[in-house]
């Protein structure tokens, strides 16, 4: 299994950007696709997960009502939606494969990483 992330880039605080995650490899309905991302001299963190089936989705406090994550099972990927970027979302976002998952927040708990893509945010 392999995942690709992209859409990174430069935006201004308030703006939006989307991120996608190419899953290569066979995919089942309990699998889950996870968002992380670090930002300079800070650990890993949670920032939203959704089950292949699309039946459940999950999303750390700090970007609730603003990101939104979704998956396209035609074209194995997962999409992360970006608005109301703030300064403080500036960072490198990795997506991660479950399997079976939980939706969990803890990093350990997915098998599989992408490579990162850098955001940043500028006010």
């Known amino acids: 299994v392999q995942l690709q992330a992209s859409g990174g880039g430069l935006v201004q605080a308030g703006g939006s950007l989307r991120l996608s995650c190419a899953v290569s490899?066979?995919?089942?309905?309990?699998?889950?696709i996870g968002w992380f991302r670090q930002a300079p001299g800070k650990e890993r963190e949670f920032v939203a997960a959704?089950?292949?089936?699309?039946?459940?989705?999950a999303y750390a406090d700090p970007v609730k009502g603003r990101f939104t994550v979704s998956r396209d099972n035609a074209k194995n990927t997962v999409s992360l939606q970006m608005d109301s970027l703030k300064l403080e979302d500036t960072a490198v976002y990795y997506c991660?494969?479950?399997?079976?998952?939980?939706?969990?927040?803890?990093?350990?708990?997915?098998?599989?990483w992408g490579q990162g893509t850098q955001v940043t945010v500028s006010s």
């Open positions: 959704v089950r292949w089936s699309g039946s459940a989705t």
């Open positions: 490899g066979p995919m089942f309905r309990n699998y889950v």
């Open positions: 991660a494969l479950d399997r079976p998952g939980g939706l969990s927040v803890l990093e350990n708990a997915y098998d599989y």
